[in-house]
């Protein structure tokens, strides 16, 4: 019989033994997690840790990799990563439930390679309230198997963790070069969806809580990381991009040339 991997006795260190039914794997930990009103806080996190809600939980307010919490409402689905190595605290106000779901680091590199061929990959963190529902259903199983009166079967939960953690790694997951991250800074994955939502909201009034939301970071934590990536502040990345905005649509003839001047203006008051 294959014996325990070194991380097995570590899995649940962070989940209070009362709060729901368990099970640890060869490929990491399961638990459903039904808990009153609380707070939970985890420091540079030993393993990756996937929470998915199996209700709906109001007023739930996250800080993952930063110091302030974001408020807002999980509905069932919602999905919440904790890479491994980042920081994370949570405060919800009712009753709250959730699958948990333990991946350890080595676990996601090895399934890593045999997706991709080789390369180290590492999870990413998601806007607050991203709902999934593919990952909804593999928690709901893992939900019913550790229910089951004659016990859970540990190979077919291993399988469901393996599964999940496949479909975490095509979802929020990059290999090598494409996860690098300036000091400090978003990663390139981060960087981009924040680009692409700026780019496409252009001509519309941003706030420095969109921005920071689509890029899953708490508001201060995400203008400290935003300047490190880009060289400069949200504020001055967006005027230079609807500056550049308005330059194309004077070339093209389509913006009469009379609101230039109150269009230029207004730029100060962006974000």
């Known amino acids: 019989m294959q014996s325990k991997p070194d991380f097995h006795h ?5 989940i209070p033994e009362n709060v729901g039914p368990r099970l640890a794997t060869l490929r990491g930990g399961v638990a459903h997690v039904v808990r009153p009103p609380g707070s939970q806080s985890i420091a540079e996190a030993e393993h990756n840790f996937i929470s998915i809600m199996l209700a709906p939980t109001q007023g739930l307010r996250s800080a993952i990799g930063g110091d302030r919490l974001h408020e807002y409402d999980a509905e069932v689905g919602t999905i919440v990563i904790t890479p491994a190595g980042m920081d994370a605290h949570v405060v919800w106000q009712h009753t709250r439930e959730n699958a948990t779901i333990v991946l350890p680091a080595s676990v996601l590199q090895e399934l890593a390679e045999q997706e991709r061929n080789g390369g180290r990959s590492e999870l990413q963190l998601v806007p607050f309230g991203t709902v999934d529902p593919w990952a909804l259903h ?5 939900k019913a198997e550790l229910s089951r009166k004659e016990g859970a079967n540990e190979l077919f939960v291993e399988s469901l963790v393996t599964i999940l953690g496949v479909h975490l790694l095509r979802r929020y997951g990059g290999i090598g070069a494409s996860l690098t991250r300036t000091s400090g800074g978003l990663s390139s994955r981060q960087a981009q969806r924040v680009r692409q ?4 909201h252009v001509s519309r009034k941003i706030s420095i809580a969109d921005l920071a939301s689509v890029a899953g970071l708490s508001r201060h934590y995400f203008i400290q990381s935003f300047a490190k990536t880009f060289g400069k502040s949200p504020h001055q990345y967006l005027i230079d991009l609807r500056l550049d905005f308005a330059e194309k649509l004077l070339v093209r003839g389509t913006w009469p040339l009379r609101t230039w001047p109150t269009y230029a203006a207004s730029q100060a008051r962006v974000i």
């Open 138 to 142: 593999i928690a709901e199983l893992m």
């Open 197 to 200: 939502y700026m780019e496409t």
């Open 10 to 14: 570590s899995l649940f260190s962070e």
